[in-house]
Nanobody
Framework: QVQLVESGGGLVQPGGSLRLSCAAP????????MGWYRQAPGKQREFVADIYNTGSTNYIDAVKGRFTLSRDNDKSTVYLQMNRLKPEDTAVYYC???????????WGQGTPVTVSS
């Protein structure tokens, strides 16, 4: 099975920063769309951002200008740089891999982000 390994979550004060990482198998990473989702307490999982193998990105309005998604193809790793964090960003963040051709999806284990004073 495809295994995604996440890291980087933690507790941070409002206005602070965190960087999340997600590593995937290189052979599938190179042709896949990599994304981040989050699930806040009592809410359903929501899309946050994704990045295509061309480097093009998409963000929800709530994080535009604060979050930056990038990928390192040599390391088969995607990064989510989260700046100026807000309490409403508090959630478990999940890495997602999507192969368009087959609609195959794989998920990371989730890494919790808590933004609180």
């Amino acid at each position: 099975q495809v295994q995604l390994v996440e890291s980087g979550g933690g507790l941070v004060q409002p206005g602070g920063s965190l960087r999340l990482s997600c590593a995937a198998p290189g052979s599938i990473f190179s042709s896949a769309v990599m994304g981040w989702y989050r699930q806040a307490p009592g809410k359903q999982r929501e899309f946050v951002a994704d990045i295509y193998n061309t480097g093009s990105t998409n963000y929800i309005d709530a994080v535009k200008g604060r979050f930056t998604l990038s990928r390192d193809n040599d390391k088969s790793t995607v990064y989510l740089q989260m700046n100026r964090l807000k309490p409403e960003d508090t959630a478990v963040y999940y890495c997602n891999l999507w192969v368009e051709e087959s609609n195959f999806k794989a998920w990371g284990q989730g890494t919790p982000v808590t933004v609180s004073s």
